[in-house]
């Protein structure tokens, strides 16, 4: 009777998500000798963690949405490879689910884009009132319809283990959100590009521009032919962004930066993206190549006297550029190429004042 009564305690906690370990729903994957993934999969939420091991320590690209959520990840990877001695945190952007782990690097120097440590008071903000209770109450009506989807996908066990694993995750979220963490910003920033010396190996920061975010930067390292995009490659088929804080020299530099990586000199194997699996240098030119295109058609359309309602409607991907998808509603990402075209339409405008009719014309 007591066996039956904690075993029906043990499956009702499990369902609720609550006292589970997060461990076994944690992957960690060998890209090369000396990079690894490592990431928590969910139904709709993948972020790549990118794990170095070099002579001088690991180096770890980004940190997941929350302390409690990168603490059983970073365990993970330290029993996997049997060291712990963390070196360097590298944070792609502030985009939450790439830097509000930093606090459990206490030895580890963080790095990341100058502009970063302004770009992540947002996650200071979100854990004050008011913004707190809507976030909270945001992630709860998430744990909800988890539960309640529960039950009608009993017989499809994988679907099954991605929803218990989903529920684990936005639990130990809401509980930081809840109670709080500490925000820590870059102690090393740079510019517009640092090298980092790792004895065997060296890793090459480049600011992409503002776009995506005001502080994304790519990580390239050379002896293992591989480059880290946080969200620059997002995923396959992901319309690349021109944000609302883009330059005309963000822009331009967006352009400069792929070409560069795409120089014949440059060898790179493998393309990580911030929330796919991994991709190959196939997925840069197109990127690079929808920026320059951008660049002509959003001129073209303005010298020939186009709204931009017209210019929209006309530069769709589907028309114009099929290498990219649009997601689908209430995702990330959906309708971005119409903020691009808006976006790039007031880039032009500042920049390029449209050209007069002459009025010496007859
Ligand atoms: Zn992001």
């Not at 007591?2 to 944690?26: E, K």
């Not at 017989?155 to 694993?165: D, E, F, K, T, V």
Request: glycine share 6%; net charge neutral.
């Amino acid at each position: 009777m007591t066996m039956v009564l904690h075993l029906g305690l043990l499956v009702s906690m499990l369902a609720a998500g609550s006292s589970a370990d997060p461990g076994p729903y944690i992957r960690i994957d060998r890209l090369t000798p000396r990079v690894a993934l490592a990431y928590w999969p969910g139904l709709d939420r993948r972020c790549n963690l990118t794990v170095i091991q070099s002579q001088k320590g690991l180096v770890l690209i980004d940190t997941e949405a929350a302390p409690r959520l990168m603490a059983p990840i970073k365990k993970k990877i330290e029993q996997t490879l049997g060291r712990s001695d963390w070196a360097y945190v590298i944070n792609t952007h502030a985009h939450d689910n790439h830097c509000s782990g930093n606090v459990l690097f206490p030895g580890a120097v963080i790095v990341g884009h100058e502009n970063l440590a302004a770009d992540m008071q947002w996650l200071i903000r979100r854990q004050a009132e008011p913004h707190k209770r809507g976030e909270i109450d945001r992630y709860n009506a998430i744990l909800r319809d988890l539960r309640a989807a529960g039950p009608r996908y009993a017989g499809n066990p994988q679907y099954s283990r991605l929803i218990q694993s989903d529920l684990i995750f936005y639990e130990l979220f809401v509980q930081d959100l809840q109670e709080g963490y500490e925000v820590v910003p870059p102690a090393l920033t740079f510019a517009d590009t640092h090298t980092l010396d790792l004895g065997d190996l060296t890793l090459e920061l480049i600011f992409f521009g503002k776009g995506h975010s005001t502080s994304d930067i790519l990580i390239y390292v050379p002896q293992e032919r591989v480059l880290v995009t946080g969200a620059i490659a997002y995923g396959p088929y992901r319309v690349p962004e021109i944000g609302e804080a883009s330059h005309l020299e963000d822009v331009h530099r967006f352009i400069a930066v792929l070409d560069r990586l795409l120089a014949d000199e440059v060898k790179i194997d493998h393309v990580i993206p911030g929330h796919s699996a991994p991709l190959t240098r196939a997925a840069l030119p197109p990127i690079r190549d929808f920026y320059r295109r951008m660049l002509t058609e959003v001129r073209a359309a303005r010298r020939q006297g186009l709204t931009l309602e017209e210019t929209t409607k006309r530069l769709t991907l589907r028309a114009m550029f099929p290498a990219f998808r649009d997601p689908p509603a209430r995702t990330y990402g959906h309708d971005h190429q119409a903020r691009n075209v808006r976006n790039l339409w007031r880039i032009l405008a500042e920049n390029e004042p449209k050209p007069q009719p002459d009025p010496a014309k007859p």
